[in-house]
Every structure is written in C-alpha cells, then in structure tokens.
C-alpha cells in the first residue's frame, strides 16, 4: 500500500490556489526499496492567473531551507531542488535521470529536500488563507 498522504496534502494546498488538473509529486519514500526519494511538486491550474507567480515565488523565497529551492512557471508550475533543476540540463530533458541518480546517491539530499518541502508547504498552507 502506498501512502499517499503528502501527495493528499500537496493537491489540497494547490488546490487551494486554484484548480489542479494535473500533479506529479513522487511519495516520499521507494514502495518497493524504502528508500527516500527526492522531494518537488510539478502541477497544472485549469486556469493559472499571473498574481499567483508572485505568491509561490515569495513562499520559495522566504521560506527558511536547509537546501536551494527554485519555482518555475510555464505550461506546468514547478516547486524543486535547485540541484535538482540544475542536474536536469538546461532544457531539463535530463529530468528523470537526474532524480534517479540524486534518489539512489544521495539520500542526505533527499531528507533535507523531504523536510524543506514540508516547510514550503506549510507556508503556502498561511499564504492562501
């Protein structure tokens, strides 16, 4: 059985900001191997409004980490590791490949990013409220 209650969570605050019709966030920890894996939020809004841009970025901004986190918004929004982003390429082509090799290599990384996504989460849990 997979536990998706982070995933619950995540649709839950998005939603929050608007309608998700789309969301792609691995749960935390391998179902098969147990191990952590690393952590980031990639979704779609029915309708994205350009205001909103302004609130995650100043959540990602503000909010204490422990690791670089950056936002990206274009067909789809984006909450990640810099690192993460950064390992992808500059097209990000290299997306899975990457997550694949920090997940397997790094589980530290993979901890921190776990822990800081729960922070940015419950910072834009306050800022849609």
Not at 59 to 79: D, G, H, Y
Request: hydrophobic share 40%; net charge negative; aromatic share 10%.
């Amino acid at each position: 059985m997979i536990d998706n209650t982070r995933r619950d969570r995540i649709k839950r605050v998005l939603n929050n900001f608007g309608s998700v019709v789309w969301l792609r966030s691995p749960v935390e920890r391998h179902p098969t191997y147990g191990y952590l894996q690393v952590s980031f939020i990639s979704w779609r809004f029915e309708e994205p409004r350009d205001n909103l841009r302004e609130i995650f970025e100043a959540v990602i901004r503000e909010t204490p980490t422990s690791l670089e986190w950056t936002f990206k918004a274009t067909r789809n929004w984006m909450i990640a590791p810099t690192h993460l982003i950064q390992q992808a390429g500059p097209d990000g082509s290299k997306f899975n490949e990457a997550m694949v090799y920090i997940t397997e290599e790094d589980q530290e990384f993979c901890a921190a990013a776990r822990e800081d996504l729960s922070s940015i989460l419950d910072a834009l849990e306050s800022a849609s409220s």
